[in-house]
């Protein structure tokens, strides 16, 4: 496929579903994911709210005469919308005259403030768009849209009960290390050796020069961000509380407030850097507490690794590491493919210590448990875990698993004599 062609995304569906059933789809993910070049797809016409030729007259219409900039063929895509925030209300009202399905398209790779908050406490509340402006998030590639994985164990087919034939993928621990470092941008997998592990340095260069100050006008101390950052990666696929983070930001001669990290936590997660994984709270025969802290995630494995400066072979230097950025991606593609089903990824942990690495769950109450082992050595030990809290939770009420996973980075998927199925992360697909 030449670069400059489209490559088809699990989104373009999704969009296209939502577009049914709303009159405006928000499409908001981290910047370079690909949400332009989806949302081009549906498109009938086009706004491009950043293009430098036209950005200034553009920002002027929205001031002055909004609804100039909501002209043109349905779906008409606003581009970048966020950078007049006062369109969100104009397509609201739009909507609401028109009538009907699938008018505008929007997309954004910055939550703006509410207009009532304390950057801008003299001007009105943006309302909500609920009922007429549904909301799509994207995020980087999964290995299946970039390619890198062949497909052959379907998350849907686990749900539904499906037993998938014995199966093999080609993904190398060195190919799994390169992966992580290049992440699921849509421009870097058309690239190899540094070329594209560069797209991942420059996307944090950018975040800590200018995204994290841009998102509200707020001056951060890009310093404090970068430290930030550094803790955020260490820490990535941990349950660490901000206390935790702070006291490392410390340790490394970065002071650090508690007021301050919750602000440039907040500003990440708005731009789509971070996206923590809740916990999962399910009902067990026993009163054991079930704990509540998120895990500390990125959007993409390649962000941490840029942060802390590795590439491919450093992380085969590192295999601990390497095992927690795996992690990372495992996470990222089970978000991905489980939103086909409008389903969400989470983690359980009781008091005990006792934890499943990501908790798979459906609208319908149905769910799946998966361990993350990057090698084959603690595969015995990690669907023994499963099977030991899948025994612990209340079926009366959560039901049974439709299927407990070792998701690995080794080479062959096959359904253990326990009935816990091991399945390389290069193998599965939505």
Not at 235 to 244: C, D, E, K, L, R
């Amino acid at each position: 496929m030449a670069r400059n062609e489209y490559r088809p995304r699990i989104a373009d569906k999704l969009l296209q579903m939502e577009l049914l059933s709303a009159g405006a789809v928000l499409v908001e993910g981290a910047k370079w994911c690909g949400k332009t070049r989806t949302a081009e797809q549906v498109a009938h016409s086009i706004v491009y709210m950043q293009d430098q030729d036209m950005a200034d007259n553009y920002l002027q219409m929205a001031e002055t005469m909004p609804s100039m900039l909501l002209e043109g063929d349905e779906p008409h895509l606003i581009d970048e919308w966020q950078v007049a925030p006062n369109l969100w209300d104009a397509v609201r009202f739009a909507v609401d005259k028109r009538g009907g399905m699938g008018h505008f398209v929007l997309t954004g790779s910055a939550v703006p403030p509410d207009d009532d908050s304390e950057e801008n406490p003299k001007l009105k509340r943006r309302h909500t768009g609920t009922g007429r402006i549904t909301r799509l998030l994207m995020r980087p590639m999964s290995l299946w849209e970039s390619g890198d994985s062949n497909g052959k164990v379907s998350l849907g087919d686990l749900f539904d009960g499906k037993v998938f034939a014995p199966a093999s993928c080609e993904l190398s621990i060195p190919d799994i290390a390169r992966l992580i470092c290049r992440g699921g941008w849509p421009e870097s997998i058309f690239l190899s050796g540094n070329p594209a592990l560069r797209i991942a340095r420059n996307y944090v260069k950018a975040i800590v020069e200018e995204d994290v100050h841009r998102v509200d006008g707020v001056e951060r101390n890009p310093e404090r961000v970068m430290c930030l950052l550094k803790s955020l990666a260490r820490n990535v696929s941990s349950v660490a509380t901000q206390q935790t983070i702070i006291d490392d930001m410390c340790a490394n001669d970065c002071t650090a407030s508690d007021k301050t990290v919750a602000d440039y936590l907040n500003a990440l997660r708005r731009i789509f850097v971070i996206e923590d994984t809740p916990a999962w709270a399910p009902t067990l025969r026993s009163r054991t507490a079930v704990r509540t802290a998120a895990k500390r995630q990125f959007s993409d494995p390649s962000i941490p690794a840029a942060v802390l400066g590795v590439n491919p072979d450093g992380l085969m230097r590192d295999i601990i590491t390497m095992g927690f950025l795996f992690e990372s991606m495992c996470c990222r593609d089970l978000r991905v493919y489980a939103q086909t089903m409008d389903g969400k990824v989470a983690h359980f942990r009781d008091r005990y210590g006792l934890e499943i690495d990501l908790v798979v769950s459906l609208p319908d109450g149905k769910w799946g448990g998966v361990e993350v082992k990057l090698g084959s050595g603690r595969i015995d030990e990690a669907a023994s875990n499963l099977t030991k809290i899948a025994r612990r939770i209340d079926e009366e009420r959560m039901g049974k698993p439709s299927f407990l996973m070792v998701l690995t980075g080794t080479k062959f998927a096959f359904r253990r004599p326990d009935g816990v199925y091991v399945v390389p992360l290069g193998c599965l697909r939505p």
